[in-house]
């Protein structure tokens, strides 16, 4: 340590004294005309500095205040009316659709939590651990639903209300193209036993295969009013396959009732989005090998 401490210092005394000898080789006046020359571009150096930041942060304002992220300041999620639906069997459902105004960024975990209340404003405990709440995630650009097909309580709900947890908000450009095309419903009802039914199918019309497809689907009376809903789940929709289904509803009877259905799938997780090898099926060219058979 000491070594090198030595060494630093025989460095320094070389310097001051090749400073020395080089200005010792001017002449008095020669001295004089380099120091006001250092006294002059000194402060010239530093006004020129000064201005020069001065342009170009004026300049660049704008593109840096346009290149702040979106995320900091985003709108917040907008919530719907949550729409209640009364089954012959004293239970209960209930959906709220969410919008998601902001582009290009996402929620790739949402929590939410359901409140029931009867007829007197009190509190009700469903007794299915699935209709108090769960977690969800939400798309750029969006709109989606949150359903409980069916709430079991001791008392009929009267009203019902929805509460979201913290949105973690996060830029997520550029995400894969998914296109889900559900088709018409087709419903029926069955006399014996009473019960309704709707039948459509799920069109993936992409080139991943996806783990998991959430559809949602909501049956409307003749006279246009919500009268049933539910939710179901398909999972490994291969690229470009259609897949049938069926939803019945038992003990419930709403005959020449008409249906809709909304799909989605989570872009988000990388796990629910498969890229699937195509087989290069084109004929071969080479020189065909002798077989004993031909």
Do not use: C, H
């Not at 702040?68 to 459902?93: A, H």
Request: cysteine-free; charged content about 20%.
């Amino acid at each position: 340590m000491s070594l090198l401490k030595e060494k630093l210092e025989l460095k320094v005394e070389e310097a001051e004294y090749n400073a020395q000898q080089a200005l010792g080789g001017f002449l008095g006046w020669q001295k004089i005309l380099l120091l006001s020359l250092l006294v002059l571009v000194l402060p010239i150096y530093f006004v020129t500095k000064s201005i020069s930041r001065g342009y170009w942060q004026n300049k660049l304002k704008p593109e840096i205040i346009s290149a702040k992220p979106s995320f900091q300041n985003p709108e917040p999620l907008q919530i719907g009316q949550v729409r209640l639906v009364n089954y012959p069997d004293q239970t209960s459902g209930a959906v709220v659709e969410i919008s998601n105004q902001n582009k290009d960024i996402a929620a790739g975990i949402l929590k939410y939590n359901w409140t029931y209340y009867n007829s007197n404003g009190q509190v009700l405990t469903p007794l299915n651990s699935e209709a108090l709440g769960g977690e969800t995630f939400v798309l750029p650009s969006t709109k989606k639903y949150l359903l409980v097909p069916k709430a079991n309580t001791t008392e009929p709900i009267s009203r019902a209300e929805i509460s979201l947890g913290e949105t973690v908000w996060q830029k997520r450009a550029n995400l894969p193209t998914v296109i889900l095309r559900p088709s018409p419903l087709v419903t029926s009802q069955i006399v014996s036993p009473i019960t309704f039914s709707a039948e459509g199918s799920i069109l993936n019309n992409s080139s991943f295969k996806i783990k998991q497809v959430r559809l949602y689907l909501f049956i409307y009376d003749v006279a246009g009013k919500l009268s049933a809903i539910s939710q179901r789940t398909e999972n490994d929709l291969a690229p470009g396959e259609r897949r049938a289904y069926k939803q019945i509803w038992p003990n419930l009877y709403m005959q020449g009732a008409k249906g809709e259905v909304f799909a989605e799938t989570n872009i988000l997780d990388p796990l629910n989005l498969q890229t699937i090898e195509v087989k290069n099926n084109s004929s071969d060219l080479s020189r065909p090998i002798d077989d004993p058979r031909w």
